[in-house]
């Protein structure tokens, strides 16, 4: 079974940066891509930052430059580290992976950016 868990949301005031783990378990993790995701109330989920297993990255335009995606292949953690936070970027922030032609979703973790 496939398990994914993120932590490190909080609240936080514009301008100020947060770091984001999501913890993959029950796949063979170096081998998949992982994706951030956030849905914001009342908008639909969309993709934040995409990172291959072979450490390629993407990022949706409006983080690019802000926020910067990771993993670490021992520990079987990606990270997302967010920096010059906006209050647009309040949100839940899901961890996503594909696998065995199924999605594999975290339950998120709560960002608000708010002065």
């Known amino acids: 079974q496939v398990h994914l868990v993120e932590s490190g949301g909080d609240l936080v005031q514009p301008g100020g940066s947060l770091r984001l783990s999501c913890a993959v378990s029950?796949?063979?993790?170096?081998?998949?891509?992982v994706n951030w995701y956030r849905q914001a109330p009342g908008k639909q989920r969309e993709l934040v930052a995409n990172?291959?297993?072979?450490?390629?990255?993407n990022y949706e335009d409006s983080v690019k430059g802000r926020f910067t995606i990771s993993r670490d292949n021992v520990w079987n953690r990606v990270y997302l580290q967010m920096n010059n936070l906006k209050p647009e970027d309040t949100a839940v922030y899901y961890c996503?992976?594909?696998?065995?032609?199924?999605?594999?979703w975290g339950r998120g973790t709560q960002v608000t950016v708010s002065s």
């Open positions: 990172i291959t297993s072979s450490l390629g990255t």
């Open positions: 996503n992976l594909g696998a065995w032609s199924r999605d594999f």
């Open positions: 029950g796949v063979n993790f170096r081998l998949y891509a």
